[in-house]
């Protein structure tokens, strides 16, 4: 199966939200594993498998995001931030070595 990479950057004011979301993206759009990147440096790491192993509701769950990650995406040019009130998000195309560095790098806990 082929996938794509995404950063995601994503300035708000202070909150418990991450500010940086690594994404893999399969062809279909559907998203099977997600980094969270918090500004304390704190990371969540996040897979379908995780919750289809932990939950019968949702077993059958193939994607971390509702809907097609490209049909959610379609007005974010590559690079450029998009502002919506205090919030500006921006997308970058990266790496499949980059997101598994970022899969792999240990949990900074508090």
């Known amino acids: 199966m082929s996938f794509s990479y ?33 500004a304390d440096g704190r990371r969540e790491c996040a897979s379908v498998a995780d919750f289809c192993s932990r939950n019968r509701d949702m077993a059958g769950t193939h994607s971390l995001v509702e809907g ?28 499949a070595e980059k997101f598994e560095i970022e899969w792999l790098r240990p949990a900074r806990s508090h």
């Open 6 to 38: 995404y950063r995601c950057d994503w300035i708000h004011p202070e909150s418990g939200d991450p500010v940086i979301i690594y994404y893999e993206v399969d062809a279909e759009g559907d998203v099977p594993r997600l980094v969270d990147v918090f």
């Open 68 to 95: 097609s990650f490209y049909d959610g995406v379609r007005n974010v040019v590559d690079g450029l931030f998009i502002c919506e009130g205090q919030e500006r998000i921006s997308l970058t195309l990266t790496s």
